[in-house]
């Protein structure tokens, strides 16, 4: 299950025994992740992240043919929270370049 949060993507392993904690992963924050797709993994549908780091998609859930059109529908939902949060981070770290030139600026003075 991808349980889709306010500000990152969790993905429940629900059949993996709570005490296997090197199995869970923490939740990918959206400005983590380049976008997410449904795509064919060998003969079955999944949803595929693709991470921002470059790194190969991840197969990350298994989709039942009945689940493709549903899951669809929330990828709309979760490629605008990403590119929401890729936008965030771009305005915060032009933020941080133009307060280390004010800083650079009022040295030489």
Known sequence: MILVGLDRLTIC??????????ASRRPWFF??????EIAQYGSLPVVLL???SGA???PAILLERGQVGPALDGLVTLRRLIAD???ERSLGEAVQRKLATIVELGRDL
């Open 56 to 58: 190969d998609p991840l």
């Open 85 to 87: 949060a890729t936008r």
């Open 31 to 36: 400005d983590e992740l380049a976008g997410v």
């Open 13 to 22: 392993r629900c059949a993996v025994p709570s005490t296997d904690l090197a």
């Open 50 to 52: 693709r991470p921002i």
